[in-house]
């Protein structure tokens, strides 16, 4: 007999495989522990996307806001952690022994972060939290020699490279997270850029010289192209090796790109051109996180969101993880907002 939380592991499984599939970033959350009582069982599983949407069971309300946050600094890092949740003796130690850091925190190892839930639950749980990256999309488009060798270049290291004749080639082929690298040299270079350009790709080079760089961006900026989208583009494309084969331009324009992803250029390009339209517009990032508030009765870092329990006193407004925190705040206000609890 299937039980329950296989079919619910399988339908996580196939959200996941369609993230992968869009090529989105993505963080899975699996519960490796826990200690009743508690909503999770071990074994679950959630998937936590890059704006914070989860998806799956990982735990009740004093557990799923923290998960979030660890999943989403997983994703941006790169780096898988093991997340403890619950009071300090659940874990075998107790809060005023030990090293500790700057802030008091108990220092734990490395890929370890403790979040304390001191809520109506006595419950523990011990989540891993793993990042789960999409693999580079290339678009080269041009059909020499060298726009071949740098094809094979990139599938030979895991990346998924696509090969498309300048004829071909349409904006719907790459999107913000491609890489798109134009090596018509010198068949349309200009259309093909412009197109490429419409895209607004993560990364965009054209591999020629310096001076028929600025004449293409030249004849493109006349167009009335915007300007904000050909400053972006790189020419020459790859790192400058002077005099060069076309297997060692390839190898140039390879490198460039594992440069810049290593150093996150890359994946930051497509959010900050995205936080900007929102500026343009007048408008708040809604992939920005809500302003960060910590719960002065048990100490979780809480989101100062307009349905979260909240209570004023002195002017100030305080926002709790539940019902259950609020209520002991407003018996007796001034001793709680004289603490500084911090998770």
Known sequence: MISELAVDSWGIMQQAAELA???????QATVVWRQGPSSSQQGARAIITADGELHGWIGGACAEPAVI???REVIASGTARLLLLGSPDQFGYPPDSGETDVSGSRRLPDGMTFVPIACQSEGALEVYIEPVLPVPHLV????SPMAGTLAELARAIGWQADLIAGRD????DAGDRSWVVVATQGKNDEAVLERAAEARPAYLGLVGSKRRGAAVLGYLADRGVDQQLLSRVRVPAGLDLGQTTHQEIAVSILAELVQLRA??????APKKQQQQSFQDQG????GQDPAAQTDPVCGMTVDAAADRPSAEHQGRTYYFCSAH???AFTADPAAYAKRETRC
């Open 169 to 172: 080639f349409t904006t719907a």
């Open 325 to 327: 925190c609020r209520q």
């Open 69 to 71: 946050r660890e999943a």
């Open 283 to 286: 408008q708040a990032d809604p």
């Open 263 to 268: 150093s996150g250029a890359l994946a930051a």
């Open 140 to 143: 080269i488009v041009g059909d």
């Open 21 to 27: 599939r869009r090529g989105e970033a993505f963080a």
